[in-house]
C-alpha cells in the first residue's frame, strides 16, 4: 500500500446503463481481504489528479475485478478505455472485514455499494441469508447477473424489474418476516442515513459500509474523517485506514 | 522533505515510508487545543488540483507529545513540527513547549490561520508576520522556519518581516484560496465556502512566487507547490530553492517524495550538476 502496482485491463463490459464491469490483471498479485479496498489512476495523467477508490468486487491470482457506475469525470474515461490499456493500481486499502458470526444476515445494498457483498457470497452459502436489492431502474440493476435469484428481494423505482419501489419502502418488512440476526448494508449515504432511522428502535445489529470523498487512501490527507461516539466524547476516524465498515450506532452520519 | 498537512504526525508515515531517506519530515499542523476539523465533503478534485478544507484537524499538543513525538525516537530523520495558532500567545505557548523536546530541530510556523484579534491572516500582513516572528525568536532556540501563504499581495515584504525579525528559512508556498459550485444545488463542493489548491494546477504560481521571495531574501527557501517529479523539483532549485518539499502528490502514490528526490538525483548526474547549490538559484534572466 506504499506505492502503486501497474495493471492492465483484460476485459470491459456494460452491463447495463451506466454500470461497467472491468477485469484488470496486476503486475504482482494485491492480495486483499475481504473488505478492502483500492484506487485507480491513470499512468502518467495528472487530470484526474488524484486516485479514484472501488470497491474489489473479486480476485484471483494477478486478477482483479471492480464493478463501477460512470458518474464523472474519471468514470466516463475508464469506460471509455479498452483492453490492453494500462492503469495504475493503489493497494489493497483499508480494514479487513469479516462477517461476524451470526444465525442469519440481511445484506441490504443499493447501487453499485452491493459490490461489497460479493466477497461473502461463500461464507454465506452455509447461512440463512437474504439479499435485499435496490436501483433506481432495470439499467442500473446488474446485481441479477451475480447474485444467485433465490436469496434476492429486488426493488427498483420505476417496477422494471422486482418489486415496485425503494429499499427504504421495504425495509421494515423484509425485517419483520426474514428476522435476521444481523443487517450489513452498503449504498448512498441517504440510503444508510434512511435505513438507521427506520432501524432507530430495532435491536438487531446493523453494519453500515461508508464511502467518503477520498485524498490518499492510507490516512495522510484527512479527508475522509467521520465523527465517531467514543467512550470520551466525540472521535475522528480515517475511514480509508479504520474502515469502511462501522457499527452503525458508533457513528455520526454526516448530512448528504 | 514532506509538506506539511500531506503525510500525518508520523504514525502512518512510519509503516508508509522510510523515513530516515527524507531530507526532512515536517508534520501536519499542531495547535494548543484539539480541533475536530471541518465536516465532509474536505476535498474537490478540480483540473490538475486539489481544493481541500480540512480545518487543521490534530488532536492538540499534549497528545501529539505523548502519541506522535516518541515515534520518532526510531529514526535519524530531522524534525519539523508546524505549529499554528489564533494568537500571539498560542504560537509561544506551543514554542516553549517543543523547546526542550531533543527529537524537534526546527519550528514551522504556518502563518495562513487568522489572528482572532485582528480578523485577518498572520501571513497576510507584513506587520503581524513581523510581531509573531520577532516573538517567537526570543521564545525558541530552535530552527525557525516562517511557512507563507500566497494569498496576499505582499508575499515579498511578508518575507523580508520574517528574515529582518530572525527566521532562518521561509518555506513557500501554501495552499491557493479557490472555490468549486455544485451547479445543481448552486452550492461550494466542500463544506465550506472556500478552499486551498494545491498540485500540479499551482506550480507555475508557486515556482514565480519562489523566484519573486529568493531575489527579495537571503535565508534558504524550501520550495513546494504542485511538485510530482525530479524536473519539478529541479525548476524549483533553479528558481532559488534549497529545498523542495512534496505535498498532494504523496496522495496519488505515498512514496511519491522518495520517487522525487531519486529522479532528481539522476536528473543531476544527466546534467552533469555536482551539488544543489551550483545549480541553485541559477536561473537566467538578464
Ligand atoms: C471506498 C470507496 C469505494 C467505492 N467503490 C465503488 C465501486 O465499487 N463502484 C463504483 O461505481 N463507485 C465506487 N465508489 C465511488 C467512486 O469512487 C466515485 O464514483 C468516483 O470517484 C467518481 O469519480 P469521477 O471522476 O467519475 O466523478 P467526479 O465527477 O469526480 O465525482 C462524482 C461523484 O463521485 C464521488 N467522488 C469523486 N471523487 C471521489 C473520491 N476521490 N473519493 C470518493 N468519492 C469520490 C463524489 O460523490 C462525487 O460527487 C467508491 C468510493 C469509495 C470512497
Ligand atoms: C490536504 C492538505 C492538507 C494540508 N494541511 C496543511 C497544514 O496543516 N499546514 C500547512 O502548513 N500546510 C498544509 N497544506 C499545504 C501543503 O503543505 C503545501 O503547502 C501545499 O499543498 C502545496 O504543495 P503541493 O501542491 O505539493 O500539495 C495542506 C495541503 C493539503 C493538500
Ligand atoms: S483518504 Fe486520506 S486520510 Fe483517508
Not at chain 1, 215 to 236: N, P, Q
Not at chain 2, 52 to 79: C, D, M, T, Y
Not at chain 2, 129 to 142: C, D, M, P, Q
Request: proline share 6%.
Amino acid at each position: 500500500m506504499n506505492s502503486v502496482i501497474q495493471a492492465r485491463i483484460v476485459k470491459k463490459d456494460n452491463l447495463s446503463g451506466e454500470i461497467f464491469h472491468m477485469v484488470l490483471e496486476t503486475e504482482i498479485p494485491l492480495q486483499s481481504l475481504p473488505g478492502q479496498f483500492l484506487r485507480l489512476s491513470l499512468p502518467g495523467i495528472l487530470d484526474p489528479f488524484i486516485p479514484r477508490p472501488f470497491l474489489i468486487f473479486r480476485e484471483h491470482g494477478p486478477v482483479v475485478e471492480i464493478v463501477f457506475n460512470m458518474r464523472g469525470k474519471f468514470t466516463r474515461m475508464l469506460s471509455q478505455m479498452e483492453p490492453g490499456q494500462p492503469l495504475e493500481l493503489h493497494g489493497p486499502l483499508g480494514k479487513p472485514f469479516f462477517l461476524p458470526d451470526a444465525e442469519s444476515y440481511l445484506l441490504v445494498g443499493g447501487g453499485t455499494g452491493a459490490v461489497f457483498f460479493s466477497r461473502y457470497l461463500q461464507d454465506l452459502q452455509e447461512k440463512r441469508h437474504l439479499f435485499l436489492l435496490g436501483s433506481r431502474n432495470s439499467s442500473t440493476n446488474w446485481f441479477s447477473l451475480f447474485y444467485p435469484a433465490e436469496n434476492v428481494l429486488l426493488v427498483t423505482e420505476d417496477a422494471s424489474a422486482g418489486l415496485k419501489g425503494t429499499i427504504l419502502d421495504y425495509l421494515p418488512k423484509t425485517v419483520r418476516d426474514f428476522k435476521p440476526a444481523l443487517i450489513l448494508a452498503s449504498g448512498p449515504l441517504s440510503l444508510l442515513k434512511g435505513i438507521a432511522s427506520l432501524l432507530e428502535d430495532d435491536h438487531t445489529p446493523l453494519w453500515i459500509v461508508l464511502e467518503e470523498m477520498m485524498g490518499c487512501g492510507v490516512g495522510i490527507c484527512l479527508s475522509c474523517a467521520i465523527t465517531l461516539r467514543g467512550e470520551e466524547g466525540l472521535r475522528k476516524a480515517c475511514l480509508c485506514r479504520e474502515g469502511l465498515v462501522w457499527k452503525a450506532k458508533e457513528v455520526i452520519l454526516p448530512e448528504p | 522533505m514532506v509538506a506539511s498537512g500531506t503525510y500525518g504526525w508520523g504514525e502512518e508515515a512510519a509503516l508508509l515510508l522510510d523515513l530516515d531517506q527524507l531530507g526532512a519530515f515536517v508534520t501536519k499542523t499542531v495547535t494548543l487545543k484539539p480541533r475536530l476539523g471541518n465536516p465532509p465533503p474536505r476535498i474537490w478534485e478540480t483540473p490538475a488540483g486539489l481544493l481541500n478544507s480540512i480545518g487543521l484537524q490534530n488532536e492538540g499538543l499534549k497528545v501529539f507529545l505523548k502519541k506522535a513525538l516518541p515515534i520518532f525516537e526510531r529514526f535519524r530523520v530531522p524534525l519539523i513540527v508546524s505549529i499554528a495558532g489564533e494568537s500571539v500567545e498560542e504560537y509561544l505557548a506551543l514554542a516553549e513547549a517543543l523547546e526542550d523536546e531533543h527529537r524537534v530541530n526546527a519550528l514551522e510556523i504556518n502563518v495562513s490561520c487568522p489572528n482572532v484579534k485582528e480578523g485577518m491572516l498572520f501571513g497576510t500582513s507584513p506587520r503581524l508576520t513581523a510581531e509573531l516572528v520577532r516573538n517567537l525568536r526570543r521564545a525558541t532556540s530552535k530552527t525557525l522556519i516562517v511557512k507563507l501563504t500566497p494569498n496576499t499581495g505582499e508575499i515579498k515584504e511578508v518575507a523580508q518581516a520574517a528574515e529582518n525579525e530572525g527566521a532562518d528559512a521561509l518555506s513557500l508556498v501554501n495552499t491557493f484560496l479557490g472555490m468549486a459550485i455544485d451547479l445543481r444545488t448552486r452550492r461550494s463542493r466542500l463544506s465550506t465556502l472556500f478552499g486551498g489548491l494545491s498540485g500540479p494546477a499551482i506550480k507555475p504560481l508557486a515556482l514565480r512566487y519562489v523566484f519573486e521571495v529568493y531575489r527579495a531574501v537571503k535565508v534558504p527557501i524550501i520550495g513546494m507547490g504542485g511538485i510530482t517529479s525530479g524536473e519539478d523539483a529541479l525548476e524549483f532549485i533553479i528558481a532559488g530553492a534549497s529545498a523542495i518539499a512534496v505535498g498532494s502528490a504523496s496522495f496519488r502514490r505515498p512514496d511519491a517524495p522518495l520517487q522525487v528526490l531519486r529522479e532528481l538525483t539522476s536528473l543531476f548526474e544527466e546534467l552533469g550538476v555536482k551539488s544543489l547549490k551550483e545549480i541553485k538559484g541559477s536561473f537566467q534572466y538578464e
